[in-house]
């Protein structure tokens, strides 16, 4: 398992071919086993936002973020909230789905759903959009917060949003 100053060490001197190489993804079971209906691609209706494994990994990594549920909540909100497409009722149907549709196992709870919420806040507020759509093996050359300056994603912000430090909803 990776240790939190490890994960520190990633902002500045890792490069993230290695930092992938030694994510908690892969000394982990993986927390994502979400309905696959409303967030894969090959699905009929999906929210925006919807993005594959390895491109998950990288966002882990760029948010700095261990992988439990709360955080995968995050990741998720965020990639959703960072699609151009989204809008606030993809939020909303996403939780009434989470709550009212998906099965028990694959629901979050309400912790879960705030976090969830302030990604896709954080995810809305960056400058660049589409995350999920990006090609991640072009930076594994780069290092860490190299690529996080290039995308605009700050740690610091992150963890306000987290925190829910952050201004409300609006659009």
């Given at each position: 398992?990776?240790t939190?100053l490890?994960?520190?060490?990633?902002?500045?001197?890792?490069?993230?071919?290695?930092a992938?190489?030694?994510?908690d993804?892969?000394?982990?079971?993986?927390?994502l086993?979400r309905?696959?209906?409303?967030?894969?691609?090959?699905?009929?209706y999906?929210?925006p936002?919807?993005?594959a494994?390895?491109n998950q990994?990288?966002?882990?990594?760029?948010?700095?973020?261990s992988i439990?549920?709360d955080?995968?909540?995050?990741?998720?909100?965020?990639?959703?909230?960072n699609?151009?497409?989204?809008?606030?009722?993809?939020?909303?149907?996403f939780?009434?789905?989470?709550?009212?549709i998906?099965s028990?196992?694959?629901?979050?709870?309400?912790?879960?759903?705030k976090?969830?919420?302030?990604?896709?806040?954080y995810?809305?507020?960056?400058?660049?959009?589409n995350?999920?759509?990006?090609?991640?093996?072009?930076?594994?050359?780069?290092r860490?917060?190299?690529?996080?300056?290039?995308?605009?994603?700050?740690?610091?912000?992150?963890?306000?949003?987290?925190?829910?430090?952050i201004?409300?909803?609006?659009?």
């Amino acid at each position: 398992m990776v240790t939190s100053l490890e994960r520190q060490l990633w902002s500045f001197n890792w490069i993230l071919q290695d930092a992938l190489q030694h994510s908690d993804s892969k000394n982990s079971s993986r927390v994502l086993d979400r309905m696959y209906f409303l967030e894969n691609s090959i699905g009929p209706y999906t929210f925006p936002g919807e993005i594959a494994p390895g491109n998950q990994d990288c966002l882990y990594i760029l948010l700095d973020l261990s992988i439990n549920h709360d955080n995968e909540a995050f990741v998720l909100g965020f990639a959703m909230g960072n699609d151009e497409k989204a809008r606030h009722y993809h939020l909303l149907l996403f939780k009434f789905a989470s709550e009212f549709i998906y099965s028990p196992k694959h629901r979050f709870n309400q912790r879960q759903l705030k976090f969830f919420e302030r990604g896709f806040l954080y995810g809305k507020s960056l400058p660049t959009k589409n995350l999920h759509c990006t090609e991640f093996e072009r930076f594994y050359s780069n290092r860490i917060g190299e690529i996080r300056a290039y995308l605009d994603i700050w740690l610091e912000e992150v963890e306000d949003y987290r925190q829910g430090l952050i201004p409300q909803f609006m659009e």
